[in-house]
């Protein structure tokens, strides 16, 4: 495993087994290197740490003392990502998961479980079901038909580890599995671009669900993902609860009417309108014309964005590792320390987390 990890912090480095060499200053050959990676020689102590000191890893990260690696890694778009991308992403996901997986740990929380709506893999053979089922894990986990608040905080709570990091321009997330020594169960995994905007991350958070939820053996790569996306407007905006804000047939929708309906589902306006034209309440001749009139911007600008473009990706955070550190920390299980580096805070910062800001002396006025 020791040179798988090696092999994947290269490539996202950005180095060739030459160059690598060259950046440790001859303290290792290339050819050792590549022995490293292939299993056919262990590094030693000092090497390994100049690995990490070169490569921007822990030592903890290349040893991998907790034994998992990413399965199942789907980009989507592959012909948008790089192997450097891959490798970089890999790696973040793998780092943050080590780190989590600690944390509950030390909590004594099994964290390996989430609340799966059903038992088994929904098979679907055509987009129209990706309708009932979106509609049933509604039912399943109590959801009711009103708008979903934060989408990350709800898979949060069911169980799924939600990461947001930059991805490749092109990628708005993807689902991962992490596989684990033994016979312990595989971890799913949803991440999304920090790039992209709210509206749009908590659509692919609904469509990344959907990954999770089905079976495409009977579907087209294309088809699976139009199923993902079906799922995901119906999951974010359900017919019952549209048909009572706007109606269940229009002629035309207009632009405040449009803006005020994206902000109560928080989603993107080309997405509400694709939604309408799925569910009968517009036809496919009043959405084309929308998209050549009032929305004619909106596939590739989105209007009056939920979060302004100076605070991209700080709206509905995953918020459940930091808290469970902080909870150890205050439980005094976790040192300052130990929460810094977990947390990849400053002292400083955990520190303020836990007390809270300083009180200002009235005396320095």
């Known amino acids: 495993m020791i040179g798988t990890r090696i092999k994947l912090a290269r490539k996202k480095a950005g ?6 060499a060259e950046v440790l200053d001859g303290k290792v050959s290339a050819q050792a290197i590549g022995k490293y990676e292939r299993g056919e020689m262990a590094p030693s102590s000092d090497v390994l740490l100049a690995l990490s000191k070169a490569l921007g890893v822990t030592v903890a990260y290349l040893m991998n003392s907790q034994g998992i690696e990413l399965t199942s890694v789907d980009f989507r778009t592959k012909a948008s990502t790089t192997g450097k991308d891959r490798a970089r992403v890999e790696t973040e ?8 997986l600690q944390i509950e740990g030390i909590l004594e929380i099994d964290g390996t ?3 799966k ?20 894990v509604r039912d399943r ?42 016979d312990l169960a595989p971890l799913p995994v949803i991440v999304v671009n920090k790039k992209c905007s709210l509206e749009r991350r908590r659509l692919t958070l609904a469509h990344e669900l959907c990954h999770r939820l089905i079976d495409p053996q009977r579907l ?32 035309s929708l207009g632009y405040r009417e449009l803006i005020s309906l994206k902000r109560i589902y928080r989603v993107s306006g080309a997405a509400l309108i694709v939604r309408l034209r799925d569910i009968g309440i517009i036809s496919g001749s009043v959405l084309t014309y929308m998209f050549q009139s009032v929305a004619r911007t909106w596939r590739t600008n989105e209007p009056e964005e939920l979060e302004p473009n ?8 995953p918020r459940r590792f930091e808290r469970l550190c902080y909870r150890a920390l205050a ?22 987390g836990l007390k809270g800001p300083k009180s200002v002396d009235a005396n320095s006025y």
């Open 15 to 20: 180095y060739s087994l030459r160059s690598l």
């Open 310 to 317: 100076d605070k991209r990706g700080e709206y509905e955070q």
């Open 93 to 100: 996901v793998i780092e943050w998961v080590e780190r989590y």
């Open 113 to 115: 479980h989430w609340k």
């Open 220 to 251: 087209s790569e294309k088809d699976e993902e139009y199923v993902a996306n079906r799922f995901a407007g119906a999951f974010l905006m359900p017919r019952s609860h549209l048909e009572k804000e706007v109606g269940k047939h229009r002629n």
């Open 141 to 182: 986990w109590k959801l009711g038909c009103d708008p979903i608040p934060n989408m990350t905080e709800l898979l949060e709570e069911k169980g799924l580890k939600v990461l947001i990091v930059d991805l490749p321009e092109r990628v708005s997330g993807f689902t991962c599995l992490v596989a684990r020594r033994g």
């Open 331 to 352: 439980e005094d299980l976790i040192s300052l320390s130990k929460a810094a580096e977990l947390l990849r805070y400053s002292i400083e910062k955990v520190e303020a």
């Open 117 to 136: 709506p059903f038992e088994q893999l929904e098979v679907i053979s055509s987009i129209e079901e990706a309708e009932d089922i979106a509609n049933r």
